[in-house]
Protein backbone atom coordinates (compact mmCIF):
# COMPACT_ATOMS: atom_id res chain seq x y z
CA UNK A 1 0.00 0.00 0.00
CA UNK A 2 1.09 2.72 -0.81
CA UNK A 3 0.21 6.47 0.95
CA UNK A 4 0.34 10.31 0.27
CA UNK A 5 1.48 12.13 3.06
CA UNK A 6 1.30 15.90 3.25
CA UNK A 7 4.56 16.93 5.40
CA UNK A 8 5.85 20.78 5.93
CA UNK A 9 8.48 20.21 2.85
CA UNK A 10 5.52 19.13 0.69
CA UNK A 11 3.82 16.03 -0.31
CA UNK A 12 5.47 12.77 0.01
CA UNK A 13 5.00 9.04 -1.19
CA UNK A 14 5.37 6.19 1.63
CA UNK A 15 5.18 2.82 0.89
CA UNK A 16 3.66 1.36 4.34
CA UNK A 17 4.51 -2.15 4.10
CA UNK A 18 8.18 -1.93 3.46
CA UNK A 19 8.17 1.36 5.57
CA UNK A 20 9.91 3.11 3.13
CA UNK A 21 9.80 7.02 1.37
CA UNK A 22 9.29 6.42 -2.21
CA UNK A 23 9.84 9.92 -2.87
CA UNK A 24 7.90 13.60 -3.83
CA UNK A 25 4.14 13.44 -4.79
CA UNK A 26 2.09 16.02 -6.85
CA UNK A 27 -1.36 16.00 -4.68
CA UNK A 28 -3.30 14.15 -1.93
CA UNK A 29 -6.25 12.76 -3.48
CA UNK A 30 -9.49 14.61 -2.09
CA UNK A 31 -11.54 13.38 0.84
CA UNK A 32 -14.63 14.37 1.95
CA UNK A 33 -14.95 14.16 5.86
CA UNK A 34 -17.54 12.28 7.60
CA UNK A 35 -20.40 14.88 9.19
CA UNK A 36 -20.75 14.11 12.95
CA UNK A 37 -23.28 16.00 14.97
CA UNK A 38 -20.97 16.54 18.40
CA UNK A 39 -20.32 20.11 19.82
CA UNK A 40 -16.79 21.62 19.38
CA UNK A 41 -15.89 19.63 16.56
CA UNK A 42 -12.64 20.67 14.90
CA UNK A 43 -11.95 17.73 12.50
CA UNK A 44 -13.19 14.94 11.06
CA UNK A 45 -11.36 11.19 9.48
CA UNK A 46 -13.05 8.18 8.50
CA UNK A 47 -11.93 4.62 6.83
CA UNK A 48 -14.49 1.74 6.66
CA UNK A 49 -16.35 1.50 10.09
CA UNK A 50 -14.02 3.75 12.13
CA UNK A 51 -14.63 7.17 12.73
CA UNK A 52 -12.09 9.76 14.60
CA UNK A 53 -13.16 13.34 15.26
CA UNK A 54 -10.76 15.98 16.82
CA UNK A 55 -12.39 18.35 19.38
CA UNK A 56 -11.67 21.17 21.15
CA UNK A 57 -11.74 19.41 24.59
CA UNK A 58 -9.14 17.53 27.03
CA UNK A 59 -8.72 14.88 25.93
CA UNK A 60 -8.58 16.19 21.98
CA UNK A 61 -9.48 12.77 19.89
CA UNK A 62 -12.52 10.69 20.53
CA UNK A 63 -12.65 7.79 18.28
CA UNK A 64 -15.58 5.35 17.26
CA UNK A 65 -15.56 1.97 15.65
CA UNK A 66 -19.45 1.87 15.05
CA UNK A 67 -20.22 -1.48 13.14
CA UNK A 68 -22.45 -0.56 10.10
CA UNK A 69 -21.16 2.97 9.97
CA UNK A 70 -19.41 4.16 6.70
CA UNK A 71 -18.81 7.32 4.81
CA UNK A 72 -21.85 6.39 1.82
CA UNK A 73 -24.42 5.12 4.72
CA UNK A 74 -23.98 7.90 7.95
CA UNK A 75 -27.23 8.92 8.69
CA UNK A 76 -27.04 6.84 11.95
CA UNK A 77 -24.42 9.16 13.71
CA UNK A 78 -21.85 6.64 15.27
CA UNK A 79 -21.47 7.01 18.97
CA UNK A 80 -18.45 8.74 20.10
CA UNK A 81 -16.04 7.32 22.57
CA UNK A 82 -12.82 9.24 24.17
Same mark, same amino acid.
Given at each position: MIAAVDTVEGVVLVDVEEE? !? #?GPG?? #???????HVDL?? !?VATAGAGSTLV?? !?????? #?AISNAPGFSKT???DAPRIIA
Open positions: A !V #LSE #LPAAEAPPR !VAV !VDRRPP #LSST
